[in-house]
């Protein structure tokens, strides 16, 4: 990255708790922490991962950057404006800035609506308004994403997984975004069509000038088309750093435990000589949310909090110092 630019987006200490309520009297218990105190930044023109299980609070990370939840605390700035606090009108101008690419790309359309009509939302929200000139504007975007012209007046049951996402995609195009929210673009996909919206993805990228925030659990894609990657896990980052350092030289032991259960032999690497899971009682009751699975669980680990640290340029880990 041009460490003279400031990121297009950044992220610090984000926070959101959902209430639980269990009981006949439906008692408040101890929250969900979604997510937890979160930091990260993504630069422009560059792809910033977000991997993690199921459940680890991603995609609630790209509601409140979207806006679509109400943050409890931290900051959101976007092209150096803090976000976090605007209501929904003095949002809203923003809002076509940041577009997002959903999981399930049939479920994302209205299916009575024809292509041409759910993109033109978009092309209006833009400015174009003359019909002629709409028109002209969905068969470029459908053009980019490499549907024929005829696609636009056809319906979403009519086509597939693929060409389905690719719509999704021009749809999220036609307001000129200049960062996109991919929530697991590609899981509901065929293997053999994955590859296709990946490069399309890239080719977007350097076409456009786009950013991404790329989530997903599939780390051979990450490592693929992300410049950087923040590993997530019950709400926190685990480990920070760009794409090439955190595959080569992976520090946190959550980290290892995502890279061995990846189906690709060659991010593996030191992963393969994982040790059994702690079995201390004292575990539990650790401040490290991950202690009850940690390999590395030490004395220490039971009293103290971990703080990210810096073990090499640019590379963060939420872990305490290894003895020795």
């Given at each position: 990255?041009?460490?003279?630019?400031?990121?297009?987006?950044?992220?610090?200490?984000?926070?959101?708790?959902?209430?639980?309520?269990?009981?006949?009297?439906?008692?408040?218990?101890?929250?969900?922490?979604?997510?937890?105190?979160?930091?990260?930044?993504?630069?422009?023109?560059?792809?910033?991962?977000?991997?993690?299980?199921?459940?680890?609070?991603?995609?609630?990370?790209?509601?409140?950057?979207?806006?679509?939840?109400?943050?409890?605390?931290?900051?959101?700035?976007?092209?150096?404006?803090?976000?976090?606090?605007?209501?929904?009108?003095?949002?809203?101008?923003?809002?076509?800035?940041?577009?997002?690419?959903?999981?399930?790309?049939?479920?994302?359309?209205?299916?009575?609506?024809?292509?041409?009509?759910?993109?033109?939302?978009?092309?209006?929200?833009?400015?174009?308004?003359?019909?002629?000139?709409?028109?002209?504007?969905?068969?470029?975007?459908?053009?980019?994403?490499?549907?024929?012209?005829?696609?636009?007046?056809?319906?979403?049951?009519?086509?597939?997984?693929?060409?389905?996402?690719?719509?999704?995609?021009?749809?999220?195009?036609?307001?000129?975004?200049?960062?996109?929210?991919?929530?697991?673009?590609?899981?509901?996909?065929?293997?053999?069509?994955?590859?296709?919206?990946?490069?399309?993805?890239?080719?977007?990228?350097?076409?456009?000038?786009?950013?991404?925030?790329?989530?997903?659990?599939?780390?051979?894609?990450?490592?693929?088309?992300?410049?950087?990657?923040?590993?997530?896990?019950?709400?926190?980052?685990?480990?920070?750093?760009?794409?090439?350092?955190?595959?080569?030289?992976?520090?946190?032991?959550?980290?290892?435990?995502?890279?061995?259960?990846?189906?690709?032999?060659?991010?593996?690497?030191?992963?393969?000589s994982i040790p059994p899971l702690?079995?201390?009682?004292?575990?539990?009751?650790s401040p490290c949310s991950f202690?009850?699975?940690?390999?590395?669980?030490?004395?220490?680990?039971?009293?103290?909090?971990?703080?990210?640290?810096?073990?090499?340029?640019?590379?963060?880990?939420?872990?305490?110092?290894?003895?020795?």
């Amino acid at each position: 990255m041009n460490e003279t630019q400031a990121p297009i987006l950044a992220v610090e200490n984000l926070k959101k708790y959902f209430p639980v309520r269990q009981g006949f009297f439906k008692r408040e218990q101890a929250p969900v922490r979604a997510v937890d105190g979160v930091d990260l930044s993504i630069w422009p023109r560059h792809t910033l991962g977000l991997v993690g299980e199921s459940g680890c609070g991603k995609t609630t990370v790209a509601r409140l950057i979207l806006r679509l939840l109400d943050p409890d605390s931290g900051i959101i700035r976007f092209n150096g404006q803090e976000i976090s606090l605007l209501d929904e009108q003095r949002f809203k101008p923003l809002r076509k800035q940041i577009q997002m690419i959903f999981q399930d790309p049939y479920s994302s359309l209205n299916p009575r609506m024809t292509v041409a009509q759910s993109i033109a939302e978009g092309v209006r929200i833009a400015g174009i308004r003359e019909n002629t000139a709409q028109r002209r504007r969905i068969e470029q975007l459908l053009s980019m994403v490499g549907m024929p012209k005829a696609s636009a007046d056809r319906y979403p049951h009519e086509f597939s997984g693929g060409q389905r996402q690719r719509v999704g995609i021009a749809r999220a195009l036609s307001v000129a975004p200049r960062l996109i929210l991919c929530d697991e673009p590609i899981s509901a996909l065929d293997v053999s069509i994955q590859a296709q919206i990946i490069n399309l993805l890239k080719d977007l990228q350097q076409e456009l000038g786009l950013s991404y925030l790329f989530i997903s659990h599939d780390l051979n894609v990450v490592s693929y088309i992300c410049d950087h990657v923040c590993v997530m896990y019950r709400g926190q980052i685990m480990e920070s750093a760009p794409a090439a350092e955190i595959f080569e030289n992976p520090q946190h032991p959550y980290t290892l435990k995502l890279l061995a259960a990846a189906p690709n032999a060659e991010l593996v690497g030191k992963a393969e000589s994982i040790p059994p899971l702690a079995t201390n009682p004292a575990a539990a009751q650790s401040p490290c949310s991950f202690a009850p699975q940690c390999p590395e669980f030490a004395p220490a680990c039971a009293h103290e909090p971990p703080a990210l640290r810096v073990v090499a340029p640019g590379h963060f880990v939420r872990c305490l110092p290894k003895a020795g």
